[in-house]
């Protein structure tokens, strides 16, 4: 056994306040909208405070005989519209300052989701793409067994997030059910075969396409007409791109960590994501050239989608970009300086809680499949997620113009998530014990 130092990052001071971006931009936001409500203090500590926060120690001796410590969170952030909600991120990155900054997201993307959850946020700080799929197994089952406690179908149901996939979920559920007996309910985004919904995998974003689409119904235009560059390939953007191809959109450019390609006809979606399935990057693709990272930020396209980490939108970024739309897929990915930058071109920015609602949309879908142990078909799925974007979208929009519309959308969302959490709140009574 070696005990691995050298290699291991400076341990977080427990006391220290990092302002991870996603923190930075989750506060900014929340500040703006309770300021625009004019909410009293408590009211804005009511609903900016989480609930309940758990932090666990992970030590695994890894099967190269590494001996890791993980650190692994658990942030209810708010629950007053119904059991917590949220995914469970694996990033080197993650820390309780961003996973607190996420669970936040999820409390107003399920409200104004209209679906009856609140919202939480889980994360392990590891690099699962390092690990061998047997220590990622011990590691999932191990955070399960610390945090158990606080979950359940009806109090904390977990989800897929960056770094994270349906067969997670599914070691996830059985290491709960060791303990709890079977459970499907407690976590979503499963293999199918284990009660994980239809359409789940792709929801998120063929959410974003569909969101893309209203916006574009709106301003008088077709989405068939739109050229979209993505920023991230992941589980996000691969289907959103294939859902914006799908209805006649060209897209342009994409990128991910390894490399950006770029073609002006239009980038053959399904080859590309063969071939990331084989090479593990869009770098390389043959059907495209390669371009430099300011060229994709800087490329031609009526939308850009980010789809990969929070804060990668910042103000450099922003000058750069030329779209009309900025369509958030990811969560937190535009800084508030590079926002007011976009609003002032007139750029239309869609926000992330509600352009990527759609996988706790489905997510939701699943849940009550599970609660009611049947399976909804695909078109079924699709269909229904399709008439929530649009609703999301009415209801944003309803906002905004009882706002007097001149309001960004972001605060018109954040407004109307505010406004519903805080109804339930009250109507719950302020008096626990
Ligand atoms: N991780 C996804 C999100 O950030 C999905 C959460 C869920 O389905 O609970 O929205």
Redesign the pocket.
């Known amino acids: 056994m070696t005990a691995e130092s050298s290699a291991m990052r400076a341990p977080v001071p427990a006391t220290a306040e990092r302002e991870s971006p996603e923190l930075a931009i989750a506060t900014a936001f929340f500040d703006a909208a309770a300021e625009r409500l004019g909410l009293p203090d408590h009211e804005r500590e009511l609903l900016w405070r989480p609930e309940l926060e758990l932090e666990v120690r992970i030590p695994i001796e890894l099967r190269s005989g590494v001996v890791r410590v993980y650190s692994g969170f658990r942030v209810q952030h708010n629950g007053s519209r119904g059991p917590f909600?949220?995914?469970l991120r694996f990033h080197p990155d993650v820390d309780r300052w961003e996973v607190r900054a996420l669970a936040s997201l999820?409390t107003w993307?399920t409200a104004i989701a209209s679906v009856p959850y609140g919202g939480a946020k889980g994360g392990i700080d590891c690099a699962p793409e390092e690990l061998e799929t047997a220590d990622l197994e011990t590691l999932t089952r191990t955070y399960m067994n610390k945090v158990e406690s606080i979950l359940g179908a009806t109090r904390d149901?977990m989800?897929?997030?960056v770094g994270t996939s349906a067969r997670m979920m599914g070691w996830l559920m059985d290491q709960y059910s060791i303990s709890r007996g079977f459970e499907p309910a407690i976590v979503?985004?499963k293999p199918v075969e284990l009660g994980g919904s239809l359409g789940r995998e792709s929801a998120?974003g063929r959410g974003v396409a569909y969101m893309l689409e209203c916006a574009a119904k709106d301003a008088g235009r077709d989405v068939g007409e739109l050229r979209i560059a993505l920023q991230g390939y992941g589980n996000v953007g691969r289907w959103a791109a294939e859902g914006l191809a799908a209805r006649g959109a060209r897209i342009v450019a994409v990128e991910d960590a390894a490399g950006a390609v770029h073609a002006e006809h239009g980038l053959d979606v399904r080859a590309l994501t063969a071939h990331v399935a084989e090479a593990g990057t869009v770098a390389g693709f043959p059907g495209g050239e390669r371009i430099a990272h300011e060229e994709l930020l800087a490329c031609a396209c009526d939308a850009f989608v980010p789809a990969a980490l929070g804060g990668m939108i910042d103000e450099d970024a922003a000058r750069l970009l030329r779209c009309s739309i900025l369509v958030e897929g990811a969560?937190g990915p535009t800084t508030p300086a590079a926002e007011a930058d976009l609003l002032d071109r007139g750029v239309l920015v869609i926000p992330d809680v509600m352009a990527?609602v759609g996988?706790?949309v489905v997510?939701y879908f699943e849940w009550v499949q599970n609660l009611q142990h049947f399976q909804w078909s695909a078109e079924d799925v699709d269909q229904r997620l399709r008439e929530r974007i649009a609703a999301v979208y009415h209801d944003v929009c309803a906002q905004r113009a009882v706002a007097g519309g001149t309001s960004s959308l972001r605060l018109a969302a954040y407004e109307l998530a505010l406004s519903r959490v805080l109804t339930a709140a009250k109507q719950r009574g302020y008096t626990s014990g």
């Open positions: 909600k949220g995914g999820m993307k149901i989800a897929p997030d979503t985004g998120t969560n990527n996988g706790v997510s």
